[in-house]
């Protein structure tokens, strides 16, 4: 498995890269169009996600935050409510009078109407007096309350301390068969005048109160709110879309589990769905304010606009396709026909021709393409013409060469014939023309060095000198250095006997040949001069024309243009001979030639 994983990403290349140009640039224009827009849309998602919930955490924080500080001031007020017997000189008289009178029944109902009047949640107000009689007064539509049934509860709650104690929220009866849900507030009271306790107060507060509070909570959060006392028990639990308010209450131990600090928020799974949870404790009573809202009705806008950018993405990435497709098809369009017309070139079709429409690349190399084409053809016929000039070389090198060792063993005869007439002149050139007959026949092919080659030219400048005495003189002046350098044969003797006969034969007077030699960088560089009649500037050019192109050279003698295409074919079209002349002063012929020769045969 670990050896897959490492191969696919080769693999993966593999197929990218083996696939045509044309969809290689279509895949390059999908990725660089939909990776960016496809992460942007995703970052803007995730940054509309955290600011929606920052919001919606804020939002529910602020109005639970309120709906607390309304109950706890509701719960103030009527803390303060079950104080005012302390300062009413007639309900203090009452609550220790034994007897019940009319005075008594009517100065407690008064009371006790003022006390269920000022809030319009009160259900219900008791008076317990010193000795266990309940008077009360009681909310419209409730035509009996059962007082007696609770008292000894009330005495419990009130057993210790003076101050005011809740009951959270509990039912009771009322009328023949109802009930209500209320929760209430207790407080001794006390005497003024010796601080004993001489009653119990009692505030019955309808449920009811808390869904005026939190209904406007509900509206903005869109969720629903829970109110737990400080003892944990629920004391009021909004309905849920349904219509109930069993899922809070059902769940209410794993909200409290997660309720740390006096305000914050969590999240939280119930039933398969995910809810955001944002509560606020009550620093007076230690009730608890807990608002949930599931999570879909938060992110629901979310997901519209995540939708929507989905949406936009994709056609965004259809567009880029339609313009990838059209791009790479007007890109890959030239180059599918350069392939196409190299395919032909391939087979062996030189006449095509490419029309390049634009200056950019792909027009540069068409024009390339065009270059080469002409340049393929022009070697092509450089390389027919050579082989033409090869055969003809060939067949003049044939002509020359009929019976050779005939007349070298006819001259070796001539020369021992000479010596034996004692006529040692005769002899001498007999033997130099031998030893040049020699030099040229024998191992034609072979390679020379310099050193043989200056050796060939003196001989036969001496032999030369046996036919014109004292008409001319050799000068050589080359480095030790260059004479082991490899060398074709009959390099410089063609130079010279050109020298000889066409430059200081018609020229009045004895006449120097000087041959000097020189490297420069991979080359080496050999002069032959002379200070014979040399030539006019319309010859010279004609002639460097000539040597340059590799025409026939009938007209200025056959042993300069034979070294010439000699020197080209075994070294390469740069190298070959040069000539500088100027009449009246001589000639020079520049000879260059590779150190390491067969390097640039091929051009």
């Known amino acids: 498995m670990l050896s897959y994983i490492r191969r ?141 049934e609770r008292l000894a509860q009330w005495q419990s709650l009130t057993r210790e301390g003076v101050t005011p104690v809740i009951q959270g929220r509990h039912t009771i009866r009322v009328n023949a068969g109802d009930s209500r849900e209320v929760f209430s507030v207790l407080r001794n009271v006390s005497s003024v005048s010796s601080l004993q306790k001489i009653g119990i107060i009692v505030f019955d507060i309808s449920i009811s109160l808390f869904k005026g509070i939190v209904d406007p909570v509900n509206a903005v959060t869109l969720g629903s709110t829970m109110i737990v006392d400080d003892r944990g028990g629920v004391m009021y639990a909004s309905p849920q879309a349904d219509g109930s308010s069993r899922l809070l209450e059902d769940y209410t131990d794993q909200f409290l589990q997660k309720v740390k600090g006096p305000e914050g928020h969590f999240q939280l799974s119930l039933e398969g769905k995910e809810y955001l949870a944002v509560y606020t404790v009550s620093r007076r009573t230690g009730w608890i304010t807990l608002v949930s809202i599931p999570l879909e009705r938060i992110l629901s806008p979310v997901a519209k606009t995540r939708n929507a950018q989905m949406l936009t993405t994709l056609v965004i990435i259809a567009f880029a396709l339609i313009v990838a497709t059209f791009i790479s098809h007007a890109l890959t369009k030239p180059l599918k026909s350069l392939v196409r017309l190299m395919k032909q070139v391939q087979h062996g079709n030189l006449d095509v021709w490419v029309n390049p429409r634009f200056n950019d690349e792909i027009g540069m190399l068409s024009s390339h393409f065009n270059r080469m084409i002409i340049r393929v053809k022009g070697l092509l016929e450089e390389v027919t013409l050579t082989e033409k000039r090869k055969q003809k070389a060939d067949m003049r090198a044939l002509q020359n060469q009929i019976n050779p060792h005939f007349i070298y063993n006819t001259l070796e005869s001539i020369r021992m014939l000479a010596e034996g007439s004692d006529d040692p002149r005769v002899a001498k050139l007999t033997y130099l023309l031998g030893i040049q007959m020699r030099y040229g026949v024998v191992r034609s092919e072979e390679l020379v060095t310099i050193r043989q080659e200056l050796d060939h030219t003196r001989n036969y400048l001496d032999m030369l000198q046996i036919r014109f005495p004292d008409k001319f003189s050799l000068e050589i002046e080359v480095p030790d250095n260059l004479l082991p350098l490899p060398v074709i044969k009959l390099v410089f003797q063609p130079i010279v006997e050109n020298a000889v006969f066409h430059g200081l034969e018609p020229k009045e007077g004895p006449g120097t040949i000087r041959i000097t030699g020189r490297a420069e960088g991979n080359q080496a560089v050999f002069c032959v001069e002379d200070d014979g009649v040399g030539m006019n500037k319309h010859t010279l050019h004609t002639l460097n024309d000539s040597l340059a192109c590799g025409a026939d050279g009938e007209r200025f003698g056959i042993g300069l243009s034979n070294v010439n295409e000699r020197l080209r074919m075994d070294y390469g079209s740069p190298f070959g001979l040069r000539v500088e002349s100027e009449a009246g002063r001589g000639t020079r012929v520049i000879l260059r030639i590779e150190i390491f020769p067969g390097l640039h045969k091929e051009e």
């Open 8 to 148: 696919f990403p080769r693999t993966l290349w593999l197929f990218l890269a083996n696939l045509p140009m044309e969809r290689k640039l279509i895949v390059v224009f999908i990725f660089l169009i939909s990776l960016p827009i496809t992460y942007v849309s995703y970052l803007s998602s995730r940054s509309t996600f955290h600011s929606v919930l920052v919001n919606a955490t804020s939002s529910a924080g602020q109005v639970a935050g309120s709906a607390s500080d309304t109950i706890d001031r509701y719960v103030a007020d009527l803390k303060r409510y079950t104080a005012l017997p302390l300062y009413n000189t007639d309900v203090q008289f009452y609550l220790e009078q034994q007897d019940t009178d009319w005075d008594k029944n009517t100065g407690m109902s008064m009371f006790l109407s003022y006390l269920s009047h000022t809030k319009e949640e009160i259900v219900a107000v008791y008076l317990v007096d010193k000795y266990g009689s309940v008077y009360y007064d009681k909310a419209s539509g409730i035509s009996e309350l059962f007082p007696a």
